[in-house]
């Protein structure tokens, strides 16, 4: 859905309040916005009510099981602590042939 970009000037009162046009609060129909600074300009965006429930599902598809992913970090982790153990048995060792 391509929607025609909307530009419009709003003035900023003393206590650094803007209204976001009419158009926009229908469109968005949220409470919350989100201003992202980007130095010489803002980017502002919708917050939706409930930021957690709007992203759930968003990226499920095909790929790793969490049972999946932390099995294969106890097998990383688990040959991590064995080059370790090799390392330390060699430095050990040479002790050993140097005496």
Not at 38 to 51: N, S
Not at 81 to 89: F, S, T
Request: proline share 6%; glycine share 8%.
């Amino acid at each position: 859905m391509m929607l025609d970009v909307l530009s419009t000037m709003a003035k900023v009162t003393r206590n650094g309040q803007i209204s976001l046009p009419a158009e926009l609060r229908r469109r968005w129909n949220v409470d919350s916005v989100l201003v992202m600074d980007h130095g010489d300009y803002a980017v502002v965006c919708p917050m939706p009510d409930d930021p957690v429930a709007s992203v759930r599902g968003k990226y499920a598809g095909p790929g790793p099981s969490s049972e999946e992913v932390r099995a294969a970090e106890r097998e990383a982790e688990a040959e991590l602590e064995d080059a370790r153990l090799a390392a330390h048995r060699a430095v050990e060792d040479r002790r050993g042939a140097g005496s």
